[in-house]
C-alpha cells in the first residue's frame, strides 16, 4: 500500500529514537524496532514486524600519563589520556570517573613507581586500562658558576671548574668573546674549560658564557674573567 506510510517505533529510547523515520543512535544496548502500517477503506492493516537492533559498547583506552618528580616532593597531580571517545563526548560523560593511583609517596627513594587508572564505567564504553609510570628523581646540585680563573700554569685555579655540571651529562656550555665569536663549547662538561682556543690561549679578558643544562630548566648567563 502505497498511500499509507510506514511507520517505526523503538521501545528503549535510551539505546535509540525514531527521528523523521531514521534510527539515531542514543547509547549501547537493545532495543525492539517495530515497523508498522495502519490500513484504510482498501487495504487491512499490516502486520507489525520487529526487529532487534544491538548497538555495541565503543571501545575506550584510558592510559596514565607518565610523570617525573625530585625526591622529596609532594606528587604531582596524576592525569590519564582518553582515546576512544565518540560523539564528541568528553571524560564527564562517563558513569563513574575513574580512580589514578601510585604508591610513591613524598618520603619515596628514587625510583620508577607504577600509575594504576582504574574503576571507570559507562554503559556505552568497554574500559582498557594502561599503567603509566612515576619516575622520582634525585635533586640535583645548583649550578654554580665561578666568574674568574687564572689558566697561568702555576697549578692554582687554571681551569674554569664547574663541578655541578657533572650532575648534567647533556648540558651545553657555550663561551663567546666580546666580538660574540665562540671560543669555546662542550657538550657535557667532563673536562673543564683551560682557556684555550684552536690550542692556543685566549688573552685575557672578559668573556661570556651560556650553559643549557638541557634538562628542561633555564639557561644560565654570565660572563667570566680570565687573569694571566
Not at 46 to 68: E, F, H, R, S
Request: charged letters at 10%.
Amino acid at each position: 500500500n502505497s498511500t499509507i506510510p510506514i511507520t517505526y517505533t523503538s521501545d528503549n529510547i535510551s539505546v535509540a529514537t525514531i527521528v523523521n523515520g531514521k534510527i539515531h543512535i542514543n547509547g549501547a544496548g537493545q532495543t525492539n524496532i517495530t515497523a508498522s502500517q495502519a490500513g484504510n477503506n482498501t487495504y487491512s492493516e499490516a502486520t507489525p514486524v520487529t526487529q532487534i537492533l544491538t548497538v555495541n559498547p565503543a571501545p575506550l583506552t584510558i592510559t596514565a600519563d607518565d610523570k617525573t618528580k625530585p625526591v622529596g616532593s609532594l606528587n604531582p597531580p596524576l592525569t590519564a589520556t582518553y582515546s576512544g571517545l565518540v560523539y564528541g563526548e568528553t571524560p564527564s560523560y562517563l558513569v563513574i570517573a575513574p580512580i589514578i593511583t601510585t604508591s610513591a609517596t613524598e618520603s619515596s627513594p628514587v625510583g620508577l613507581y607504577p600509575i594504576i587508572v582504574s574503576g571507570g564505567s559507562s554503559p556505552n564504553y568497554t574500559i582498557t586500562y594502561v599503567p603509566g609510570n612515576l619516575t622520582i628523581t634525585a635533586v640535583l646540585p645548583a649550578i654554580v658558576v665561578p666568574n674568574t680563573f687564572t689558566p697561568n700554569g702555576d697549578g692554582i685555579n687554571d681551569v674554569w671548574n664547574i663541578n655541578a655540571l657533572v650532575a648534567y651529562p647533556q648540558c651545553l656550555v657555550s663561551v663567546y668573546n666580546r666580538y660574540g665569536s665562540m671560543v669555546y663549547q662542550s657538550k657535557g662538561y667532563t673536562k673543564p674549560w683551560d682557556g684555550t682556543y684552536g690550542g692556543a690561549q685566549v688573552p685575557p679578558g672578559t668573556y661570556y658564557y651560556i650553559i643549557d643544562p638541557k634538562n628542561g630548566t633555564k639557561q644560565l648567563s654570565g660572563y667570566i674573567l680570565i687573569l694571566r
